[in-house]
Nanobody
Framework: VQLQASGGGLVQTGGSLRLSCVTS????????VAWFCQAPGKEREWVSC???????????DYVDSVKGRFTISRDNAKNTVSLQMNSLKPEDTANYYC????????????????????WGQGTQVTVSS
């Protein structure tokens, strides 16, 4: 199983980025996928999660600090989960990781790292003031 995160970069305050997490070696329908971030000197934090499922309706959850600015989505046919990041702020600067966890109950979302089985490498997001 592999998760490949990409899309990070350097943007100015108020800018946008779109992160992608491409998975392989698993049936994405059965997995909830989350994004976590870690800034230098800080602990890893959960950012967002999208539930498992094979249809068009999913549950999404966000940490309060990104609600209204970030949107998580998935395309199982492309084995991809994306995180659209708008109105970026300097405090969003961090290394962002995607993670996948098997979830038999569709519509459930998970906020803890221990709920995830597989992790990708990080993609760096830097927001300048």
């Amino acid at each position: 199983v592999q998760l490949q995160a990409s899309g990070g970069g350097l943007v100015q305050t108020g800018g946008s980025l779109r992160l992608s997490c491409v998975t392989s070696g698993l049936i994405l329908d059965y997995y909830a996928v989350a994004w976590f971030c870690q800034a230098p000197g800080k602990e890893r934090e959960w950012v967002s999660c999208i539930s498992s499922g094979d249809g068009s309706i999913y549950s999404a959850d966000y940490v309060d600090s990104v609600k209204g600015r970030f949107t998580i989505s998935r395309d199982n046919a492309k084995n991809t989960v994306s995180l659209q990041m708008n109105s970026l702020k300097p405090e969003d600067t961090a290394n962002y990781y995607c993670a996948a966890g098997e979830a038999k109950e569709y519509s459930r979302t998970f906020r803890k790292g221990r709920d995830y089985d597989y992790w990708g490498q990080g993609t760096q997001v830097t927001v300048s003031s």
